[in-house]
């Protein structure tokens, strides 16, 4: 009982004390907010980047053509060394006769032409990767093997893809840690600020004996007010900005390749990270002011 | 019975000035005693290790039983909740009423508010304000709150009353009335030390009277006065 009415005692002076500075709150609050909206970018553009590459993933094989006239038992010899190779995840044979009939499939002239001849084409095996940054180094291993005539992949696109994305996302990292720096500091102002209006205050509670934590307690939720009320509009924006992205591109960004993740797993994971983050930010600053102004 | 017991207590500042040096005191449980000295003689440094807003450098400095000396700075609030602070600078919060005031100590202890009431009341009548609970610190004389400050201190009733100058700031009839609560307060069985320039308190209240110098004790006399320390 007597925990309870310290913490609402102390709940109520942080308030206060957010009231009473209030232009110092409100430029640590937006801030916060600047720096969780960027974060809530890199969050969302990780977790789009994540499905895509996963996705890439999925879709991303290695047509393996073999040599012209390669015997049987020496295609199932080389099947035998892909699967030994440590990017190697599962395969597909696909026959001369398979490609022929796919491409008889996909126009009537195919068909025709294809009939006339002999059929020109390569048996084959669809190998599939376990992770997408092992698919050049897996197809340049195939492409040594005997009795291979090409390995071939989406070499140069996928390439790009796959750096720029990392690129993007590294930059993000930097970017928003030093972000969180600089309000975890402005924050730690604010509550240094705070400390030094409440001096008479902190100096009677210590003389009455109350305890550290007590006289500590109110700056540190202060510091966790302004980190939660500085990522309400990063949420908002997330929310609301996101699920009009999703709907504006019908689920796509500028090409058919990149698909958007549902708006529904997006928006929950983000406004939670926000949330936490910025309540750990909010809390850390003033603790770091706590440490350093307030003498016990 | 002791209540407070400094032995061989040093107290050197980082600056390399040593404002106590082998200082060996006892004071009984309900003691009125008063510290005397001028500016910079060691007397505040005195008072403050009793309440451990100093750290002796030597030496031990027990105060009810807790050697504060080796207390740690989280258990601080152990020994402060025995202790009644009294200051020369009053240092009420302006924009609290005088109920208030007293009562905020309370309130951050955790108190309820149906035990924090009579004892703010009990207090306040002690110091003679219980018709002004309802007035602001800068609607009071200096006198008054200097009395709020001395019901702050009680309250919560301490067995120590430290006062630092409590009649520095007051006019020679104020400082008198003063004296009355705080002697009032001691002959309640509460132990007060006071820490004082005033040569007319010492004299007329004839109680005992520890004189430090450089910080050194020079002189310790029940029922002394200022003229036995001058003529030292």
Same mark, same amino acid.
């Given at each position: 009982?007597?925990?309870i009415?310290?913490?609402?005692?102390?709940?109520?002076?942080?308030?206060?004390?957010?009231?009473r500075?209030?232009?110092?709150?409100?430029?640590?609050?937006?801030?916060t907010?600047i720096?969780l909206?960027?974060?809530?970018?890199?969050?969302?553009?990780?977790?789009?980047v994540?499905?895509?590459?996963?996705?890439?993933?999925s879709?991303?094989?290695? +047509?393996?053509?073999?040599?012209?006239?390669?015997?049987?038992e020496?295609?199932?010899?080389?099947?035998?060394?892909?699967?030994?190779?440590? /990017?190697?995840?599962?395969?597909?044979?696909?026959?001369?006769?398979?490609?022929?009939?796919?491409?008889?499939?996909?126009?009537?002239?195919?068909?025709?032409a294809?009939?006339?001849?002999?059929n020109?084409?390569?048996?084959?095996?669809?190998?599939?990767?376990?992770?997408?940054?092992?698919?050049?180094?897996?197809?340049?291993?195939?492409?040594?093997?005997?009795?291979?005539?090409?390995?071939?992949?989406?070499?140069?696109?996928v390439d790009?893809?796959i750096?720029?994305?990392?690129?993007?996302?590294?930059?993000?990292?930097?970017?928003?840690?030093? #972000?969180?720096?600089?309000?975890?500091?402005?924050? =730690?102002?604010t509550?240094k600020?705070?400390?030094f209006?409440?001096?008479?205050?902190?100096e009677?509670?210590r003389?009455?004996?109350?305890?550290?934590?007590?006289?500590?307690?109110?700056?540190?939720?202060?510091?966790?007010?302004?980190?939660?009320?500085?990522?309400?509009?990063?949420?908002?924006i997330?929310?609301?900005g996101?699920?009009?992205?999703?709907?504006?591109?019908?689920?796509?960004?500028?090409?058919?390749?990149?698909?958007?993740?549902?708006?529904?797993?997006?928006?929950?994971?983000v406004?939670?990270?926000?949330?936490?983050?910025?309540?750990?930010v909010?809390?850390? /600053?003033?603790?770091?002011?706590v440490r350093?102004?307030?003498?016990? | 019975?002791?209540f407070?017991?400094?032995?061989?207590?040093?107290?050197?500042?980082?600056? /390399?000035? *040593?404002?106590?040096?082998?200082?060996?005191?006892?004071i009984?449980?309900?003691?009125?005693?008063?510290?005397?000295?001028?500016?910079?003689s /060691?007397k =505040?440094?005195?008072?403050?290790? #009793?309440?451990?807003?100093?750290?002796?450098t030597k030496?031990?400095?027990?105060?009810?039983?807790?050697?504060v000396?080796k207390?740690?700075?989280?258990?601080?609030?152990?020994?402060?909740?025995?202790?009644g602070?009294?200051?020369q600078?009053?240092?009420?919060?302006?924009?609290l009423?005088?109920y208030e005031?007293?009562?905020?100590?309370l309130?951050?202890?955790?108190?309820?508010?149906?035990?924090?009431k009579?004892?703010? #009341?009990?207090?306040?009548?002690?110091?003679?304000?219980?018709?002004?609970?309802?007035?602001?610190?800068?609607?009071? =004389?200096?006198?008054?709150?200097?009395? +709020?400050?001395?019901?702050r201190?009680?309250?919560n009733e301490?067995?120590?009353?430290i006062?630092?100058?409590p009649?520095?700031?007051?006019?020679?009839?104020?400082?008198?009335e003063?004296?009355?609560?705080?002697?009032?307060?001691?002959?309640?069985? *509460?132990?007060?030390?006071?820490?004082?320039?005033?040569?007319?308190?010492?004299?007329r209240?004839?109680?005992r009277?520890?004189?430090?110098?450089?910080?050194?004790?020079?002189?310790?006399? #029940?029922?002394g006065?200022?003229?036995?320390?001058?003529s030292?």
């Amino acid at each position: 009982m007597k925990a309870i009415r310290i913490l609402r005692r102390n709940i109520s002076s942080a308030f206060k004390s957010v009231v009473r500075n209030f232009s110092l709150s409100i430029a640590s609050i937006a801030c916060t907010a600047i720096t969780l909206i960027l974060v809530a970018l890199a969050v969302v553009l990780t977790i789009n980047v994540n499905n895509f590459t996963k996705e890439l993933e999925s879709e991303l094989t290695i +047509v393996t053509y073999f040599e012209e006239g390669t015997s049987k038992e020496d295609i199932d010899a080389t099947i035998k060394r892909i699967e030994s190779l440590a /990017g190697y995840e599962s395969h597909e044979f696909k026959s001369k006769e398979d490609w022929k009939m796919d491409m008889q499939a996909t126009s009537s002239e195919l068909n025709t032409a294809l009939s006339y001849i002999e059929n020109p084409l390569l048996d084959s095996v669809v190998v599939k990767v376990s992770d997408v940054t092992k698919l050049s180094s897996t197809a340049k291993e195939i492409q040594k093997l005997e009795h291979v005539s090409d390995a071939k992949y989406g070499e140069g696109m996928v390439d790009q893809v796959i750096t720029i994305f990392k690129v993007v996302q590294n930059a993000t990292v930097v970017i928003v840690i030093a #972000l969180i720096l600089v309000t975890a500091f402005l924050i =730690s102002n604010t509550i240094k600020l705070t400390i030094f209006s409440r001096r008479n205050e902190i100096e009677i509670m210590r003389l009455v004996g109350t305890s550290n934590t007590v006289i500590r307690l109110p700056f540190i939720f202060e510091g966790f007010i302004l980190g939660v009320l500085g990522s309400i509009i990063p949420i908002i924006i997330t929310v609301y900005g996101y699920i009009l992205l999703y709907d504006h591109f019908k689920g796509y960004l500028f090409t058919n390749i990149i698909k958007l993740v549902n708006p529904a797993n997006v928006v929950v994971v983000v406004s939670i990270v926000i949330l936490i983050l910025g309540s750990i930010v909010g809390m850390f /600053g003033s603790y770091r002011a706590v440490r350093k102004y307030l003498k016990i | 019975m002791k209540f407070i017991e400094i032995n061989n207590c040093y107290k050197i500042y980082k600056n /390399g000035q *040593t404002a106590i040096a082998d200082l060996n005191l006892e004071i009984k449980k309900g003691e009125f005693v008063f510290i005397i000295g001028a500016t910079a003689s /060691g007397k =505040s440094t005195l008072i403050k290790m #009793l309440y451990r807003e100093e750290k002796p450098t030597k030496g031990e400095v027990i105060v009810g039983g807790i050697n504060v000396a080796k207390l740690r700075n989280s258990k601080v609030y152990k020994l402060r909740r025995r202790i009644g602070v009294v200051f020369q600078d009053f240092k009420l919060l302006p924009k609290l009423t005088v109920y208030e005031n007293v009562a905020f100590g309370l309130e951050s202890l955790g108190l309820k508010n149906d035990e924090i009431k009579p004892k703010v #009341l009990k207090a306040l009548e002690k110091v003679g304000l219980k018709e002004k609970f309802r007035s602001f610190p800068n609607q009071l =004389s200096g006198g008054e709150q200097q009395r +709020v400050c001395i019901a702050r201190a009680i309250v919560n009733e301490p067995k120590l009353l430290i006062c630092d100058e409590p009649t520095g700031n007051l006019d020679p009839d104020t400082s008198k009335e003063i004296m009355k609560v705080i002697d009032s307060i001691n002959k309640d069985g *509460t132990t007060v030390v006071m820490a004082t320039h005033d040569k007319d308190i010492v004299n007329r209240m004839k109680k005992r009277v520890i004189a430090i110098e450089n910080g050194v004790k020079i002189n310790d006399s #029940l029922k002394g006065s200022y003229k036995v320390h001058e003529s030292h």
